[in-house]
């Protein structure tokens, strides 16, 4: 058996905020101690009493990291129906990128997880969540994973007129993704293997999808991948343990508002993911540790976020590449 873990950003769709009203999102501006969240200061974050974060997941372990801090006070955690209490407050130091929850050696199956703010004190209102990590396991040990780009004849956009390129620079190369704003326009990716993770754009001009492997809608009726900030490389949808063979996903744009559009940039393929995730060797030490790699790739933003500007300039006079 191998053991994998996958990290998800705090504005990843796979997590699922309640309600929508109740939570911020920072963006690293704003707090001064902001640069110690993951990812330059990007994390979600609430005040009020009740407001959760959810998340199901296919695997053996979960980590939950976010800050203690002086403003920071109860919450709770359900797994699997079992709820755990623990406080958020630290003060002097306060604490970044720690674990608020984490659980090992679950059985190989599907795992519900919500984080609920239960504060006691008006002074220390605040939960926040800056990422997770949840680990899979496999029945194959090799790391054999195939990468699968937007351009592949295996993905089939439909209908076709109603999806675009866009072209951006990040890690000094030029990347490509695949956008549309069209009402239930899909995207359909064939593939050979037992595990599928695809990638896209989340960012403020995002809407909200469904997904469905070999026919079967996801558990999730739709995903959000409406964000304060733009983030690439963001994992939009997980699936492991779907037998060998062939298999097709679909995705289908749902969106709210005209106008929000649907990005897919590639696909991973195989039984584990060993360009995007890394072995857990150590518990959440090995989490933090990959986080601050993807925070160093994240870095490179600045020039992502310049690619989408020009994006959407070209947008607003419908010129597109």
Known sequence: MSR??????NNSPLIDYQ??????????????????YSRNGTVNFTSLPGASASMSFHGTGIWIF??????????????????????GFASNPELFQTVLFSATNLKHEKHTITIRNDPTSDNAPFLDVDFIIFETETTDSSSLSVKVENTASSFAFSPESAWKPLSFEEENSVQTARLTSVQEASMTL?????????????????????????????????????????????????????GPGNHTL??????????????????????????????LASGPKAGVTLIIIVAVVS??????????VLHFGRKQRRQWK
């Open 4 to 9: 994998t873990n996958i990290t998800l950003n």
């Open 19 to 36: 309600p929508v009203a109740g939570w911020g999102e920072g963006d690293g501006t704003g707090d001064p101690f902001a640069v110690r």
């Open 66 to 87: 976010g800050a203690k801090r002086s403003n920071h006070g109860r919450y709770n955690v359900t797994l699997d129906n079992l709820v755990s209490e623990a406080s």
């Open 190 to 242: 064939a593939f050979t293997g037992n595990a599928i993770a695809l990638y896209g754009i989340v960012g403020p001009s995002s809407g909200l999808y469904s997904v469905q492997v070999d026919g079967q809608p996801s558990t999730n009726a739709t995903f959000n991948a409406t964000s304060k900030i733009y983030t690439t490389d963001s994992l939009l949808f997980h699936a492991n343990d779907l």
């Open 250 to 279: 679909r995705m289908i744009n749902k969106p709210e508002f005209p106008e929000q559009e649907m990005f897919v940039t590639h696909a991973m393929v195989g039984t584990s993911f060993a360009t995007y995730t890394s072995s």
């Open 299 to 308: 870095g490179f933003i600045f020039l992502v976020f310049a690619g989408l």
